[in-house]
Every structure is written in structure tokens, then in C-alpha cells.
């Protein structure tokens, strides 16, 4: 499986951006896509997460209200919808995929995920 994850850039505070994961080399019609993000000097942070198994989603408290996952089964790619983006959303985000059904209690743990994408800058500055 690969992922490729694009969309970031430079955005204003209050902007909106769209984040894309495009999964390839899939073996299964089951599995899951999670967005973490990493802003320097600080852990890796589950952010969001979609289930093709069942449809489930969920999101941290952090993003809820701001940020919207879906994805597109016919191109298989995840998408994350940024809306009144805050300097503190600055960051890498990457993407990651689970084979299967996701633990839904832990859903934004790191180890939860067997393959991730290299990684999108997202800067909200003025």
C-alpha cells in the first residue's frame, strides 16, 4: 500500500484548505485512513480518522467543528476539509492506513496504522 498526501500550504488564520490521501496498491476493501499531525518539537496527533468497514469517523476535540473527513471510494482517496484554520493547526500532516477494521478507542494511536504517507506542510500564518 501507498499513500501519497497532498494539498497543504501556506494559508491565512481563518482560511480553509483540503487535504487529499490518495491510497494505491490496496489489497482489501476494508480499511481505514487516519490524519495525524506533527508541529515541531511536539508528538505525533491523531486528528481524524474513516472507516470503509462500517463508515465509522471520529475527531479529536481539537478539530471537531473545524475539520471534515470523507473519501472517495471510486478514486480511493481520503479527504480532509480544513475550515477556520488557527496558527496553532500549523504542521506536518500525514495520513496513514490500517488493513481491516480500526479499534474504534484507539483510533489516534500511532500504532494502530500499518503504512503512511510522506507527510503535508500546513502553515496558517498572517
Known amino acids: 500500500v501507498q499513500l501519497q498526501a497532498s494539498g497543504g500550504g501556506l494559508v491565512q488564520p481563518g482560511g480553509s484548505l483540503t487535504l487529499s490521501c490518495a491510497a494505491s496498491g490496496l489489497t482489501s476493501d476494508y480499511y481505514a485512513i487516519g490524519w495525524f499531525r506533527q508541529a515541531p518539537g511536539k508528538e505525533r496527533e491523531g486528528i481524524s480518522y474513516i472507516s470503509s468497514y462500517d463508515g465509522s469517523s471520529n475527531y479529536a476535540d481539537s478539530v471537531k467543528g473545524r475539520f471534515t473527513i470523507s473519501r472517495d471510494d471510486s478514486k480511493n482517496t481520503v479527504y480532509l476539509q480544513m475550515k477556520s484554520l488557527e496558527p496553532q493547526d500549523t504542521a506536518v500532516y500525514y495520513c496513514?492506513?490500517?488493513?481491516?477494521?480500526?479499534?474504534?478507542?484507539?483510533?489516534?494511536?500511532?500504532?494502530?496504522?500499518?503504512?503512511w504517507g510522506q507527510g503535508t506542510l500546513v502553515t496558517v500564518s498572517s
Open positions: 496513514a492506513f490500517r488493513i481491516g477494521a480500526i479499534t474504534k478507542p484507539h483510533w489516534d494511536w500511532v500504532h494502530e496504522y500499518d503504512y
